[in-house]
Antibody
Framework: QVQLQESGPGLVKPSETLSLSCTVS????????WSWIRQSPGKQMEWIGY????????????YYNPSLKSRVRISVDTSKNEISLQLSSVAAADTAVYYC????????????WGQGTMVTVSS | DIQMTQSPSILSASVGDRVTITCRAS??????LAWYQQKPGKAPKLLIY???ALESGVPSRFSGSGSGTEFTLTISSLQPEDFATYHC?????????FGQGTKVEIK
């Protein structure tokens, strides 16, 4: 079955760019919608954005939470079956567990999730 | 943004108990609400979508109901593997938002 595994540095300095990867195994990235969601300590989960991977790279759109849109970029590398997240100009408020998840095509629910990776923003 | 409020935040219950968790939205969701189960260190799991539709493989002791701004998740007879945190999520409008979670713990 399809499994997702997040990876990346656990510690990022303030003002730097957070970069995470999510490897998809047991299935293809193509034809699905891939999302990032985070949960800061003591807070509810926050949807970050999603990327549609239709296989036509030039026209694959992405959609982001307006609260993060100016700092976020989500991309997909179909050759590696990998989804990436970049969040720029991070601050302590960006400390969270970051999850990648597959969004269903028909609606905005997340049917497969990774276990998450903790990222701390600190100098 | 639509604000999602779950109650209670923590629920103490025993095996066999009937458990109900409530999720309230700041605006009408029609029926675009999902529930997830999360265990420590594990990937969240989709339980219910469209208010009451059970995801494939989810036991029938889980059920969802509601409409508009008030929704409930019910576990008819709590099992040992059900002790976890439960999150609601609205997908009626952007940005999609989650409740703060309800932890179901052993009494």
């Amino acid at each position: 079955q399809v499994q997702l595994q997040e990876s990346g540095p656990g510690l990022v300095k303030p003002s730097e760019t957070l970069s995470l990867s999510c490897t998809v195994s047991g299935g293809s990235i193509r034809g699905y919608y891939w999302s990032w969601i985070r949960q800061s300590p003591g807070k509810q989960m926050e949807w970050i954005g999603y990327f549609t991977s239709t296989g036509t790279t030039n026209y694959d759109p992405s959609y982001y939470n307006p609260s993060l849109k100016s700092r976020v970029r989500i991309s997909v590398d179909t050759s590696k079956n990998e989804i990436s997240l970049q969040l720029s100009s991070v601050a302590a408020a960006d400390t969270a567990v970051y999850y990648c998840a597959r969004k269903t095509i028909a609606s905005a629910i997340f049917d497969i999730w990774g276990q998450g990776t903790m990222v701390t923003v600190s100098s | 943004d639509i604000q999602m409020t779950q109650s209670p935040s923590i629920l103490s219950a025993s095996v066999g108990d009937r458990v109900t968790i409530t999720c309230r939205a700041s605006q009408s969701l029609i029926n675009w609400l999902a529930w997830y189960q999360q265990k420590p260190g594990k990937a969240p799991k989709l339980l219910i979508y469209e208010t009451s539709a059970l995801e494939s493989g989810v036991p029938s002791r889980f059920s969802g109901s509601g409409s508009g701004t008030e929704f409930t998740l019910t576990i008819s007879s709590l099992q040992p593997e059900d002790f976890a945190t439960y999150h609601c999520q609205q997908y009626n409008s952007y940005p999609w938002t989650f409740g703060q979670g309800t932890k179901v713990e052993i009494k």
